[in-house]
């Protein structure tokens, strides 16, 4: 008697029934478990899994979903879909004939009603099955839904909602997860495979694939007992299928940029939204991504994995292209090297000369000495190196930054001072982890460690005339600029920068650096070759590349022209195919001044000076020309030894000198250099014979040692004492 009190209930108006929603209401309250990464023209970029509880993909319209899966849907749960008005009265009746009699039937739930119960949590199936107070309830809410609602907009919401396999709801997540194809692409077996999960979404998969066998059938049109191969190799395609997890936590490719984006919109306890647009540039992040790929692929065998690229809009500060990692490159993919911490090289020196320009302690034209040179410090003598090992002598600021020469860098330094400097750097938005005297002379090579991000954002302030704004990952985010940096400072460095003449003599005068358009661009390697940088711009954009090794190992023979600076060079190259670049006009107050270098150390050429600073002819002093000295740079010698007259003497070290091995330099690599007053000098070290000449070349070993200088006769006629700490020994920084 249940089934006349159902037909009953149906023919009653619904008075009291409660209106069904809208399906612009049920698509605007559908929740994808993932968060949409979009870049600044609403491409798609990334994919995240913001949800762990349940895995949902992005609504799909019912065009998007294969014709096999429409069919194959409807023959198994609902034959007579698009016949009936909610309530399909013939399974009705079917299904009461065969509970009368205790017959097997299909079912009388169509899809519109398994669309009611989905829709409303009170008409749901329990673990019991529903009872008839919720049958009734579903055939009241099927009937208006089919009132208001279109059928393909029923099917269209019924695919979305249905639960699946596991944690697996909507058509969306199960064809990625099972299939690893999108719902268009379903094929005649797979959306079989996909209908008979419907009914029994977690069955085992032979009776899975015996249903899905029935549902190909069906399409078919052939009969359950026809004798034929429809169904060949059903059941272990099932088998992989419902074994596979193809549906990516996450998707794309801007998976650094994308989590920390979640991370910053969401509220803390709160949602993530369902789409963040960002600025990034879908195109420019291809470009920075494959340029990346390509180079570190030419560099196979050299023990490198790992790298990052960042692309900056000069303007607005916001980011066109963020790549964290070399994907499949690296083994350690999920670290972004966008905002790892690593030692920057060389790239921190543009950054100081533009400091001591803008203090009016150098110029351009100024010379520095780039000769081997002991700086005592409070650890110890610090003996900086070139990249090279060689020394160029006397030579202008021009040459020195853009040969990247570490000598006259550090004579800077000790100009300038390491923590006048490392506030610099903090107003440009580096920021260190210690004080500027922590890392001490050696801050001028990079000693600290820094983010690429931050390393590009201070490098673009020098292309935007020493104006600092952070960046930007969000649209429409603006800060007012502060001006960090002399203008004209910042404007000269970049004049520097891009200059192929005074490049040559560390790189070449045909390299990578020089583009055809207008660039300004530094590289760098750290110690050991850990890392390598290539940070540059242009009129409209500044590139940011690192490439080494996220687990901090040393690369075999790569350096910042051949690990870096090709991807850097790919990029600009790019962004530039169409879009020219020009040298910004300089600032005003700005001279061009015709110099000349006396003893022809350096070609006459015309020179960019600040205000008040220029001068036509550059010259040594003698007083200060003397061997490992520079203009505001001393070495310490006691006075009793100053004091010694003419007799032979050691001249470097200095007595007492502590030099402890840095073990991340090859030994092979590491030499002290001895020198004495006079040419003829004989050495001995610990009353051995050592060598002679007024320069020598020793490899250092561990421990405490006696060095003198004899006659002829072997009669000592200087001795000093030194210590040699051994790698495994670090002096700690007082």
Not at 514 to 541: E, H, I, L, P
Request: charged letters at 20%.
């Amino acid at each position: 008697m249940r089934w006349p009190l159902l037909a009953a209930a149906l023919l009653a108006p619904p008075l009291a029934f409660a209106g069904v929603p809208t399906f612009a209401q049920v698509q605007r309250d559908f929740r994808s478990s993932e968060t949409l990464i979009l870049d600044r023209h609403g491409e798609v970029v990334q994919r995240l899994r913001t949800d762990p509880t349940v895995r949902r993909g992005q609504w799909v319209e019912l065009t998007e979903v294969s014709p096999a899966l429409r069919t194959a849907l409807v023959l198994s749960e609902d034959r007579r879909f698009y016949e009936h008005s909610g309530v399909d009265w013939q399974a009705v009746s079917a299904a009461a004939w065969g509970r009368l009699f205790h017959r097997s039937t299909r079912g009388a739930s169509t899809l519109t009603m398994q669309l009611a119960g989905l829709l409303d949590a009170d008409l749901r199936v329990r673990g019991s099955g529903r009872d008839w107070g919720q049958k009734i309830g579903q055939a009241l809410t099927a009937t208006e839904l089919e009132r208001h609602w279109r059928k393909d907009q029923i099917l269209e919401a019924y695919l979305n909602l249905v639960p699946f396999r596991g944690d697996v709801v909507g058509i969306a997540a199960l064809s990625r997860t099972l299939f690893d194809k999108a719902p268009q692409g379903l094929d005649a077996r797979e959306a079989a495979i996909t209908a008979a999960l419907v009914r029994a979404p977690n069955a085992p998969a032979s009776k899975v694939a015996r249903r899905a066998c029935g549902v190909l059938r069906d399409m078919q049109g052939k009969p359950s007992t026809a004798a034929d191969d429809l169904c060949a190799g059903l059941k272990p395609q099932t088998a992989a299928a419902l074994q596979r997890r193809a549906f990516a936590a996450s998707e794309g490719i801007a998976p650094h940029l994308g989590r920390r984006l979640v991370a910053l919109v969401t509220p803390p306890g709160g949602r993530p939204p369902a789409r963040i647009r960002s600025t990034l540039d879908a195109r420019i992040q291809r470009v920075a991504q494959s340029a990346l790929l390509r180079a570190l692929s030419e560099l196979r065998g050299r023990n490198v994995q790992d790298g990052a690229v960042v692309v900056l809009d000069n303007a607005s500060g916001e980011v066109l292209a963020w790549v964290g990692s070399s994907g499949d490159f690296s083994a350690a993919g999920e670290v972004d090297g966008v905002t790892a911490l690593r030692q920057p090289g060389s790239t921190l020196k543009p950054l100081l000369y533009a400091q001591a320009l803008a203090e009016r302690r150098l110029t351009a034209a100024s010379l520095l000495d780039d000769t081997p040179t002991q700086i005592p410090t409070a650890s110890g003598l610090y003996i900086p190196q070139n990249y090279d090992h060689r020394f160029k002598g006397w030579v202008s600021v021009r040459t020195a930054l853009a040969s990247s020469l570490n000598i006259p860098a550090v004579r800077t330094l000790v100009m300038v001072g390491p923590e006048a400097f490392a506030q610099q750097l903090r107003a440009l938005g580096v920021q260190l982890a210690q004080p500027g005297d922590y890392y001490g002379y050696s801050l001028a090579l990079g000693a600290a460690e820094v983010t690429l991000l931050d390393l590009a954002n201070a490098y673009r302030s020098l292309a935007n005339g020493g104006r600092y704004t952070p960046v930007a990952v969000l649209p429409g985010k603006k800060t007012a600029a502060r001006q960090v940096l002399d203008p004209g400072a910042a404007w000269i460095v970049g004049d520097i920068l891009c200059d192929p003449n005074a490049r040559a003599p560390t790189f070449g005068a045909d390299s990578l650096l020089a583009t055809r358009f207008w660039t300004a661009v530094k590289t760098g390697t750290s110690k050991d070759m850990r890392d390598n940088w290539a940070v540059g711009w242009s009129q409209r954009y500044t590139v940011g590349v690192w490439v080494g090794n996220a687990a901090g190992a040393p690369m075999h023979d790569v350096s910042g022209v051949s690990g870096a600076a090709p991807v850097w060079a790919a990029v600009m190259r790019a962004l530039h195919a169409r879009t020219p670049s020009r040298q910004p006009e300089p600032p005003p107050g700005l001279e061009r001044v015709e110099v000349r270098f006396d003893a022809q150390l350096e070609a006459p050429r015309r020179e960019w000076f600040l205000p008040g600073t220029a001068q036509a002819r550059f010259a040594l002093d003698r007083q200060t020309a003397a061997p490992g000295l520079s203009a505001g740079v001393r070495l310490h010698h006691s006075p009793a030894r100053a004091a010694s007259g003419a007799r032979q003497r050691i001249t470097a070290p200095a007595d007492d000198t502590i030099f402890a091995l840095d073990p991340d330099i090859p030994p092979q690599k590491q030499r002290i250099e001895l020198t004495a007053s006079a040419t003829d000098a004989r050495w001995q070290l610990d009353g051995h014979a050592l060598g002679r000449g007024a320069r020598l070349s020793w490899f250092p070993l561990p421990g405490r040692h006696q060095l003198a200088l004899v006659d002829a006769r072997g009669q000592v006629l200087d001795r000093i004492t030194l210590e040699v700490r051994g790698a495994g020994l670090r002096l700690s920084r007082r």
